[in-house]
């Protein structure tokens, strides 16, 4: 079982900067990609960037491309997603979510464990 936390999440005004973090537990073996998501309250879940463990290749969705930014720090078995210059539109929760079969993908079907996702909230 492999289990995600993620963290970091909270109320920032327009133009604020968050960092996000999923730290990693559990039998997880070999992974291949890390993804953020977000789910906006009666949307669906929507890719926003993975990592691969395997080449180090990073991907984002259009709408948060030059503003957000993923890495990870292996040592810490940690994820995170700096998020800079946030708009209102970027109000969600934000899960975290591991891929076990390299499918490089942005698509929810293709992750195979989730966090429980944390708040992000942008607002005047």
């Known amino acids: 079982q492999v289990q995600l936390v993620e963290s970091g999440g909270g109320l920032v005004q327009p133009g604020g900067s968050l960092r996000l973090s999923c730290a990693i537990s559990?039998?997880?073996?070999?992974?291949?990609?890390i993804a953020w998501f977000r789910q906006a309250p009666g949307k669906e879940r929507e890719g926003v960037s993975y990592i691969s463990t395997s080449y180090g290749t990073t991907a984002y969705a259009d709408s948060v491309k030059g503003r957000f930014t993923i890495s990870r720090d292996d040592a810490k078995n940690t994820v995170y997603l700096q998020m800079d210059s946030l708009k209102p539109e970027d109000t969600a929760v934000y899960y975290c979510g591991i891929d076990m079969q390299d499918y490089q993908s942005l698509d929810s079907w293709a992750y195979d464990y989730w966090g429980q996702g944390t708040q992000v909230t942008v607002s005047s």
């Open positions: 559990g039998k997880t073996g070999d992974y291949y990609n």
